[in-house]
């Protein structure tokens, strides 16, 4: 199905750093994995992408996922004539969505992404997927379900790419197969409190924990801080960067500043 979404940009938000089951299938298309489903989403002129699903399926699962209810519009208009280096990275990323990801997919992504490249992560989490994941589609795997990597054997997980994160999925997984923590009662949480929440499992930390609250529950406040973000805040916002300019938006513009430091190294 055809679809116009206007702020919107496929790859940009492809390989923007928030979900790592985007796979690039020619010029403008991606394959997604996500929410039990798999789509091909092609971007086309006058602001229009072709779904590979039904209307149904687009208003129930991608059309949330991609956050398309949201305006992105009014994000310019609140940037200073002052910071040019924040207008620039808007100028460049403009389009990204901020996904609305499932929270365990989120967090063992998160947990795995650590000291890691997006290549690498990507490659790392279809393993996953292909030896855990139920099967979709041929050539398409869900993510695991709590249950079958809490049921992991260590060595398989290591044979996945983990490396010393093993454990700490291990961990995570059973405490939320094992009704420790409820995911789902988390959203009810307000932000520090959710962080505190999330910071239970192994592993996870305040960067981990700010990016499962921003791409999973879209608490829009949080402000992942990984390497990338260290050296812009040191290079251009050395007195902090200033979220309370950008209430509800400051990790949209987090996302901005990340991709466009990436784009200036070379990165995309």
Same mark, same amino acid.
């Given at each position: 199905m055809l679809a116009k979404i206007p702020d919107f940009n496929l790859a940009l938000t492809a390989n923007s750093g928030q979900?790592? @089951?985007?796979h690039q299938q020619g010029k403008g298309v991606f394959s997604l994995t996500a929410c039990g489903r798999h789509v091909f989403i092609e971007q086309l002129p006058s602001e229009t992408c072709r779904f590979s699903c039904n209307a149904e399926e687009f208003a129930s699962v991608w059309h949330p996922y991609l956050d398309l209810d949201r305006?992105?519009?009014? *994000?310019? =208009? *609140?940037i200073g004539a002052n910071?040019?280096? *924040? =207008? @620039? =990275?808007y100028q460049y990323a @403009?389009? +990204?969505r901020i996904l609305r990801q499932e929270p365990f997919e989120a967090l +063992?992504?998160? +947990?795995?992404s650590q000291r890691k490249s997006i290549p690498a992560i990507r490659s790392c989490i279809e393993a996953l997927a292909r030896r855990y994941g139920k099967p979709i589609c041929p050539d398409a795997f869900a993510f695991p379900e709590p249950a079958a990597l809490a049921a992991a054997n260590a060595a398989e997980l290591a044979a996945c790419g983990l490396g010393y994160r093993v454990p700490y999925v291990l961990e995570t997984a059973r405490m939320v197969d094992g009704g420790v923590v409820s995911l789902e =009662? *988390? @959203?009810h949480l307000d932000d520090a409190a959710?962080? /505190?929440a999330l910071q239970r499992f192994p592993g996870v930390g305040r960067k981990v924990a700010a990016c499962v609250m921003l791409f999973a529950y879209q608490r829009m406040e949080a402000f992942p801080v990984d390497v990338w973000i260290e050296r812009v805040l040191r290079e251009h916002y050395p007195e902090g960067f200033p979220a309370y300019r950008f209430k509800g938006? /400051?990790?949209i513009l987090q996302q901005y500043l990340f991709c466009y430091a990436r784009h200036l190294a070379g990165r995309d």
């Open positions: 979900s790592f @089951r985007f305006d992105y519009s009014a *994000l310019g =208009a *609140l910071d040019t280096y *924040l =207008a @620039r =990275a @403009r389009g +990204i +063992i992504c998160f +947990i795995v =009662a *988390l @959203r959710l962080e /505190a938006m /400051a990790g």
